[in-house]
């Protein structure tokens, strides 16, 4: 039964919104008839687009929901921010999207490359100066690049693969490297 009035409220939802949607396109058309055009300006469409509300596919699923994530983002705590980000950009190459700095001293930078991002941030050494990083970690990250290319310029770069590229039993194709902290990073082929 109330699965039954949130499938109502949603198709009302809907409906309103569709309502809204042509009477925006409406106004759009008007406007640009008063101005001589024949059709409605690019951007007044695409405001009458976002005003639609999407159906959400999670009022259709059942209990219990699962988790659905979108993205994935690690963050790093490194021993050398500075080395580390030189690794990152100069060797992998990493793009600096954002700093954060206090009293002229780099304490983060976040990272990307295509649409993934990474964070780096310094040690405060409050956990101790001997702990050790990356141990029994591994970050795999796909790639629709030329792998063989792309490990050749690591390398070229003064990287060090830790796993050259090789295929894979299962008919995949990776390399791995490993930071200045002891992380590791595959990077496999996508199609």
């Not at 309103?16 to 059709?39: E, N, Q, V």
């Not at 596919?57 to 993205?71: F, G, K, N, V, Y």
């Not at 001293?105 to 649409?115: D, F, N, P, S």
Request: aromatic share 6%; glycine share 8%; proline share 4%.
């Amino acid at each position: 039964m109330a699965a039954k009035k949130k499938g109502k409220k949603a198709t009302k939802a809907l409906k309103k919104a569709k309502k809204a949607a042509k009477k925006a396109a409406k106004l759009a058309k008007r406007k640009a008839a008063a101005a001589g055009k024949t059709s409605p300006p690019k951007a007044a469409k695409k405001r009458a687009r976002r005003t639609r509300p999407k159906a959400r596919a999670s009022q259709h699923r059942q209990p219990p929901e699962t988790l659905r994530l979108r993205s994935a983002a690690p963050s790093f705590t490194v021993n050398d921010i500075e080395r580390s980000l030189a690794f990152y950009r100069d060797v992998l190459g990493f793009v600096v999207k954002e700093r954060w700095e206090e009293d002229g001293v780099l304490h983060g930078v976040e990272l990307v490359a295509g649409r993934v991002t990474f964070w780096l941030a310094q040690d405060d050494w409050k956990k101790g100066r001997d702990r050790l990083k990356g141990q029994g970690f591994r970050l795999y990250c796909g790639t629709a690049q030329d792998l063989d290319a792309l490990a050749g310029r690591i390398e070229a770069r003064g990287g060090t693969l830790l796993e050259p590229v090789k295929d894979q039993p299962w008919g995949g194709r990776e390399f791995a490297v490993r930071d200045l902290d002891g992380f590791t990073i595959t990077i496999a082929g996508e199609s």
